[in-house]
């Protein structure tokens, strides 16, 4: 070594020591967290192909319309069939218990016929169920803060439940059920009190005492493989994926049903507190799965592969969007001049949708058409995909 270098390599040395240190703890964090993103690769190698056989209840305001169009394109994009309701309806029965024959090509004595997906609203009825989907069936279900299920609900059901006609407000009604609320009017009321109780099959004028609601909420566990959260839509869509093991983009989605912000009218605070003495039974089925829904998370992905999940779940949502979506943003119905993209309006509600872009190639407009298709424009849709033979369902409203 030069003599001018001498005093030099000590120094050097540490230098080199350092740079070699924090390559190795850079490396040891980059494989740390490549190898976790790289595990639903090879952890759906090692547990197969995606699950193909899917029954979601479709609970009410519960951003349960999104969460069906996502399984409706899915069955469309793998030639699935889906458990389609019969005739000119547009459900599944709602709102009596479901029974098999409100499902097209089910007769009652008929040959057996099962189907890959079935999320049409319809009020749980296991037995009945389990006569049209395949044994291996995942069942799942969302859920809202009744709070705000309740809000969307009495806007939107305003005209058609008795117990909400003749009042002028939620918050009136709160302060007073008793006086518009009567359970004797039969199942047009269920939507004004525990609505999702309700569609879990269950009796939503059962007084919320302990035993009972354990019981039902232990009954929904024992069912229901996933109970995913709407307020965390997107959180509840990486978990739905992984545990369907299915690709990114068949969980991305724009949100469907929105009401407007003007028909948007908040509870005061106490508003919100009899909101949830008088939906006790909801209160209490959102609190016990929005604990389960986040221990969930934690055991099935850890924090660090939701974020990253989540951000790119998000990420390509925006992508999307920007394709697809005229102005980027949702639009009223007067603005949507293509009567197959306009959602159905109901009681005070102005419900949003989409128009596309102009201009988009066939593949990308069949694509984003998917994405923004309402409900009952899609169920009618693939009835007659499914059923060319019948007549195919007549929607009224998109006439008018
Ligand atoms: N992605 C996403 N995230 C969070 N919230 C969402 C999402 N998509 C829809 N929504 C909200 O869900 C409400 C409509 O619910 P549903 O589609 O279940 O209604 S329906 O029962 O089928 O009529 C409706 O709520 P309100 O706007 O409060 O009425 C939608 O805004």
Same mark, same amino acid.
């Given at each position: 070594i030069p003599s001018r270098w001498r005093g030099l390599v000590p120094h050097r040395c540490f230098w080199a020591i350092l740079l070699l240190a924090l390559t190795v703890s850079l490396l040891a964090g980059f494989l740390h967290k490549d190898v976790r993103l790289l595990m639903p690769l090879l952890k759906g190698q090692a547990e197969g192909p995606p699950i193909t056989n899917v029954m979601f209840l479709k609970t009410h305001k519960t951003a349960s319309s999104t969460v069906l169009n996502i399984l409706f394109r899915f069955a469309e994009t793998h030639n699935l069939s889906v458990a389609l309701p019969a %005739?000119?309806?547009?459900?599944?029965?709602?709102?009596?218990l479901f029974l098999a024959r409100y499902v097209e090509g089910v007769e009652e004595g008929g040959p057996e016929q099962r189907f890959n997906i079935m999320c049409n609203h319809l009020r749980f009825n296991l037995p009945e169920v389990r006569k049209v989907m395949p044994n291996d069936t995942f069942y799942f279900s969302i859920l809202r803060n009744p709070v705000f299920q309740l809000e969307s609900s009495f806007i939107y059901y305003k005209g058609y439940v008795p117990a909400f006609r003749?009042?002028?407000?939620l918050e009136a009604f709160l302060a007073s059920p008793g006086t518009y609320y009567n359970e004797s009017q039969g199942l047009r009321n269920a939507y004004a009190r525990n609505g999702m109780w309700f569609d879990l %099959?269950?009796?939503?004028?059962?007084?919320?005492e302990d035993a009972y609601v354990r019981a039902r909420l232990a009954d929904v566990e024992r069912r229901f493989q996933l109970v995913l959260i709407a307020e965390h839509f997107d959180e509840s869509m990486v978990l739905l994926r992984h545990l369907l093991r299915w690709r990114l983009d068949d969980v991305v989605s724009f949100p469907l049903n929105l009401r407007s912000p003007g028909s948007v009218t908040s509870l005061t605070p106490e508003g919100q507190e009899r909101a949830k003495r008088w939906c006790a039974l909801d209160w209490r089925l959102y609190q016990h799965f929005n604990r389960t829904f986040w221990a969930r998370l934690r055991t099935e992905l850890g924090p660090r592969r939701l974020r990253s999940e989540v951000a790119q779940l998000q990420a390509r949502q925006r992508e999307l969007q920007a394709l697809c979506v005229q102005d980027g943003a949702p639009k009223n119905k007067s603005q949507i001049t293509d009567l197959r993209l306009r959602p159905y309006q109901s009681g005070e509600a102005d419900i949003l949708g989409y128009s596309l872009r102009p201009g988009l190639d066939n593949q990308t407009v069949q694509l984003c058409q998917r994405m923004v298709t309402p409900e009952l424009q899609y169920t009618a849709r693939l009835y007659t995909q499914q059923f060319p033979e019948k007549p195919p369902k007549n929607i009224p409203f998109l006439g008018a």
């Open positions: %005739g000119q309806r547009v459900h599944l029965g709602y709102p009596w003749d009042v002028v407000s %099959g269950f009796d939503n004028n059962a007084p919320a």
